[in-house]
């Protein structure tokens, strides 16, 4: 790790910018805003939606950060959702408020779900101490605790097919760190390079906002370097907590809202799976759904306000019971204590079995919706392989973009295994077409997928096509080989808890209690299951989230707190 010679430049001070069509009242914001922030950000005011946006795409151009964005609903042309809606592609950071009237309910609910509102705010909002400013300051100190800590200027200069590129960019979007993608053979790559004395064999490279560079990093390593937390503070909490999905977030949530001192471990990007989906339709409260993005965004906010630790890219490989402690250890050697713990570890893909696959893995193959690829396939025919909701949301995503897609099932029908409004969905999109009792036979390519071999399975007729693009979700497992020995799991590698752990009425073997498991629990006492990695459980995000909340109670009973 060397450090560039590059000067950061003093940072600008954020915008708050208001869109009104009524002059007086828009001139009425601006005043109580400047007011009150007008010291250490700057207060831009707009009379429609249209001229936001070009205010907007003019601070963007020059790179300077915007903190909040406030609309009024009805402005005629663009109202204030479209308006947030298209800011968002922006300044996806910028927290959002809507202006309202009381008669605007429909409105707000629409804002709640279509551009994520962070509040919708009444008019009028006299006085402003109580009304304006306690909501702006929130979405402030939501900007500054999410925002600014990510700086917008790390840079990653790699090959465009090169897997550990990859790697490094997935691991950025998934965590939403924002960051530029620089082509090695871009002149500014090259100079990226030149200036801090890397040769293109040792790539990628990353150069964070302060000049630091990091030359074929670790995804440990760049997590620290954009801010994300990866050392806990303390070597002992009462609870910690394994794995960042919804069953993670949801327990990190409740046991820190709960007063538990909480720690919550995740190997790669919180949001899990849920995080990977490009619309959540199906969870309670999100009628016209909510990607799993924002969602993720909303829950390790959530979290964080409540006072829990999210440690980003530590892998968790070891788990013991020492005395009352329970101990998770890191790959690094390195562990943590708490009174209790919940694993929460989920399910990963399956690998594709073809030949090739592995080598091409991150370089035209890719395993989820890798949603950092998405640029790269405009107007390219794409294939994505499974025959669940995962690969149907996928198709979805992707038909957006690219000129086909091609979604390669095993089955014989798509019914058995996708829900029916999905089907209805992916029958709608003229460019996407389905093969059934089709698998992948061979992933060719040298250096990157260049084609596929399709076999059809009745016929055994088997058939190239040419694809630089392959996403496949052919069903998950748990990976809990770290646990073998410590918690009874099933033939599946799903860990058993509850009642599901007594074989004909007896308690598993060393548990040291005089009575049984409780639901969630696993055959260690303090040590309970969540989500996805537990036997039996429902596989979807309301269960998951359902399941850390319940574990939390759990853990608070067997702490013996109230
Ligand atoms: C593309 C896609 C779309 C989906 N759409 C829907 C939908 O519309 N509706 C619905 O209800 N469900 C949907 N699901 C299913 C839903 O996402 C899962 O049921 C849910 O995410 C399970 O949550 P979880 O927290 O148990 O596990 P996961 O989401 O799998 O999260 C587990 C987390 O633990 C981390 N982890 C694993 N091992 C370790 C370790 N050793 N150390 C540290 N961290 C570790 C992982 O990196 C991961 O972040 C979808 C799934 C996918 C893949």
Redo the contacts with the bound molecule.
């Keep these: 790790m060397t450090a560039a010679a590059t000067e950061v430049p003093a940072p600008s001070r954020p915008v708050i910018l208001t869109v009104d069509d009524d002059p007086s009242v828009s001139r009425a914001v601006a005043r109580d805003l400047r007011r009150q922030y007008g010291e250490n950000h700057r207060v831009l005011r707009a009379a429609s939606g249209a001229e936001a946006l070009d205010a907007l795409r003019e601070l963007k151009l020059r790179g300077e950060p915007v903190a909040v964005l406030l609309a009024d609903y009805r402005m005629p042309e663009m109202n204030g959702i479209e308006f947030l809606e298209s800011a968002m592609d922006l300044f996806p950071r910028a927290r959002r408020a809507l202006l309202t009237a009381y008669a605007d309910t429909d409105a707000a609910i629409a804002a709640i779900n279509v551009v994520d509102v962070d509040h919708y705010l009444l008019k009028p909002w006299e006085p402003p101490e109580e009304k304006l400013y306690p909501v702006v300051d929130e979405m402030l100190d939501a900007y500054l605790a999410d925002g600014e800590r990510q700086v917008p200027e790390t840079r990653v200069v790699g090959h465009r097919w090169s897997a550990p590129s990859f790697e490094v960019r997935d691991f950025l979007a998934r965590n939403a760190v924002p960051y530029r993608w620089v082509a090695v053979d871009e002149p500014e790559g090259r100079r990226l390079l030149e200036a801090a004395g890397v040769g293109p064999d040792r790539l990628p490279l990353v150069v964070t906002p302060a000049g630091e560079t990091l030359v074929a990093p670790t995804t440990t390593e760049v997590a620290a370097a954009v801010g994300l937390s990866t050392t806990p503070t303390t070597d002992f909490y009462d609870l910690v907590v ?7 977030l949801g327990a990190a949530v409740y046991g820190a809202s709960e007063g538990l001192r909480t720690l919550l ?13 490009s ?5 309670l409260g999100f009628p016209d759904g909510v990607s ?1 993005a924002q969602l993720t965004d909303r829950a390790r906010r959530q979290a964080t306000k409540f006072g829990a630790e999210i440690l980003t890219a ?4 070891g788990l013991s019971a020492r005395g009352p402690a329970r101990v998770v250890q890191f790959s690094d050697g390195t562990e943590v204590a708490a009174h209790a713990v919940i694993v ?5 893909y399956r690998d594709l079995a073809a030949p090739g696959a592995v080598d091409l893995t991150g370089s035209g193959v890719y395993y ?2 890798a949603s950092t690829e998405a640029a790269d396939c405009v107007d390219a025919d794409v294939y994505v392989v499974g025959g669940a ?2 690969a149907g ?2 198709a979805v995503f992707f038909s957006r973009v690219a000129k086909t897609v091609t979604l390669v099932v095993r089955a014989d029908s798509l019914e058995r295994s996708m829900s029916y409004y999905l089907i209805e969905q992916l029958q709608a999109i003229d460019n996407v077409s389905v093969r059934l009792q089709t698998e992948i036979e061979e992933c060719h390519g040298d250096g990157h997928l260049e084609a596929l071999t399709l076999r059809h399975t009745p016929t055994g007729r088997s058939e190239r096509v040419d694809t630089g693009h392959a996403f496949v ?1 052919i069903g ?1 497992e748990p ?1 809990t080989d ?1 646990l073998d020995g410590v918690l009874d799991r099933d033939g599946h590698g799903f860990v058993v808890t509850g009642p599901d752990l007594l074989v004909d009425g007896r308690r598993p073997r060393g548990w040291p209690l005089d009575r049984d498991p409780w639901p969630l629990e696993s055959s260690v006492p303090g040590v309970f299951v ?4 537990r036997a039996d ?1 429902v ?6 989230v359902g ?1 850390g909340a319940m574990a939390v109670t759990l853990a608070h009973r067997y702490l013996g707190t109230p």
């Design positions: 394994v794995g960042g999905g919804p069953a993670g471990v995740e190997r790669q990007a919180t949001g899990g799976q849920a995080g990977q989906s619309r959540i339709e199906n969870y799993g530590r892998d968790v490989t929460a570890t989920g399910v990963s989820g919706s909701n995962s949301q996928s979700f998950a990976r770290w969540a989500g996805d990695v459980s596989k979807r995000v309301a269960s998951a399941d």
